[in-house]
Nanobody
């Protein structure tokens, strides 16, 4: 079992930055794909980015280079650096994990709230 705990959310003004962290425990996730998702009120959960166990990363086109995903396998931690934040980035942000190459994410964190004020 893998437990995931997000942190780093909060209230920020438009144009600001935040770095989210996702600490994994229970087992090492170095051979897991790790991803970030978000869900705004009344909307579906959207994919943002993922970093594979190989180190390859993939981003949603909508982010336009504002967000950067990274991982530190020594710390068993995933990060999401978010820059140039907009009010429409307001959402609950979730990290997720799946065994490398698997189709579905089967481990999820509880989420962290990000609120961007205009």
């Amino acid at each position: 079992q893998v437990q995931l705990v997000e942190s780093g959310g909060g209230l920020v003004q438009a144009g600001g930055s935040l770095r989210l962290s996702c600490a994994a425990s229970g087992r090492t996730v170095s051979n897991y794909d790790m991803g970030w998702f978000r869900q705004a009120p009344g909307k579906e959960r959207d994919f943002l980015a993922r970093v594979a166990w190989t180190g390859n990363s993939l981003y949603a086109d909508s982010l336009k280079g504002r967000f950067t995903i990274s991982r530190d396998n020594a710390l068993n931690t995933l990060y999401l650096q978010m820059n140039s934040l907009k009010p429409e980035d307001t959402a609950v942000y979730y990290c997720a994990a799946r065994p490398g190459g698997a189709l579905n994410y089967n481990y999820w964190g509880q989420g962290t709230q990000v609120t961007v004020s205009s």
